[in-house]
């Protein structure tokens, strides 16, 4: 990968040109031509380095979706793992040290009740019961952290209008979950595709940009195959009072992620802020957990951190959720 790939990579991870040919004004951008700028994007892809070039969506906004996690003992690993992505709305799949719970996974489906239907699946093939943390708040879902140069402060997340919404962006939103065609005018293959014209399709995409409910839209690259092979779900313990504070403080330190507060299940998971590192090397993100954990906000208050150790699957998804 030279260093070109790197400017492209880094530099649209978000803000996609909305315009007719938007891979033309990214090679303006970036001082070469429209057709290099598909055929490296292409590659890419085909290298497994970008998983897409499209947007990611809020959860619950067009669907329902749920971080999940089950207890799964060591020798039945690999089979409860291909049990869990057999299931059609699953999208990751990680197993995480540092928690009984170890095999963790988003599951999303049309609706809610779809939405149980599909867990209540993965217990009967696994004959284990998951565990369901739905998004209460999100402080930061953006997933779009550089890749080149020092560590930056996400950008806090904006709540979204879901006013803006209308019956036929379901399906929008879906197509740019798995991804644009590669080819000078991709609005135009889209709005084919979904009987639309193309101006409509750009409109409805800035639209849906505008009010949050596509968090993202640019290239979705795939961090391990870029040497971010470490990726730290750590969780936090803290009355319900002090999350919103916790969460907001927690967002802005550089080198989280993802931040964002779940429902706990009393009993069985009291750990309501999450948030995500990803990292070239455990040390690097011990670092970012100690900036973290420094944080007056944070002090003394109970943590743990789920390092993945195997990725079973990393994928779009009927309605895109994020990364576990």
């Known amino acids: 990968m030279d260093d070109l790939d790197l400017r492209l990579l880094d530099g649209f991870q978000r803000d996609l040109p909305l315009e007719p040919r938007p891979f033309a004004a990214i090679a303006q951008r970036l001082g070469t031509g429209e057709a290099e700028v598909i055929a490296r994007l292409s590659r890419l892809r085909d290298e497994g380095v970008v998983a897409r070039i499209g947007a990611t969506c809020r959860p619950n906004t067009a669907g329902a979706s749920t971080l999940a996690a089950l207890r799964v003992p060591a020798r039945r690993i690999d089979e409860v793992a291909a049990l869990v992505g057999a299931e059609p709305g699953v999208n990751h799949a990680y197993l995480r040290e540092g928690s009984d719970w170890n095999l963790w996974f988003v599951a999303t489906a049309p609706d809610t009740e779809a939405l149980d239907d599909s867990l ?44 803006a919404l209308r019956p036929r962006d379901r399906a929008l939103m879906q197509a740019l979950s798995t991804g644009l065609a590669l080819v000078p005018r991709p609005f135009v293959a889209l709005g084919q595709a979904l009987h639309r014209s193309e101006a409509e399709v750009i409109s409805r995409i800035r639209a849906l940009a505008e009010a949050r409910i596509l968090t993202r839209v640019g290239v979705i690259v795939k961090h391990r195959a870029l040497g971010w092979t470490q990726n730290a779900m750590v969780v936090w313990r803290l009355p319900e009072t002090a999350v919103e504070i916790a969460g907001t403080a927690l967002a802005g330190v550089p080198g989280v992620t993802l931040c964002y507060q779940r429902r706990t299940v009393p009993g069985l998971w009291n750990w309501p802020l999450f948030c995500m590192i990803h990292a070239r090397s455990r040390a690097e993100a011990m670092e970012v957990l100690a900036e973290a954990r420094a944080l007056p906000e944070l002090k003394d208050v109970p943590h743990r951190i789920l390092f993945s150790t195997r990725c079973f699957r990393q994928r779009g998804a009927i309605i895109a959720e994020v990364a576990a």
């Open 120 to 163: 209540a699946r993965i217990e009967l093939a696994t004959r284990l019961v998951p565990l369901s943390l739905p998004l209460v708040r999100a402080f930061n879902i953006d997933l779009g952290f550089p890749l080149i140069g020092p560590r930056r402060a996400m950008a806090l997340d904006r709540p979204a209008d879901l006013d």
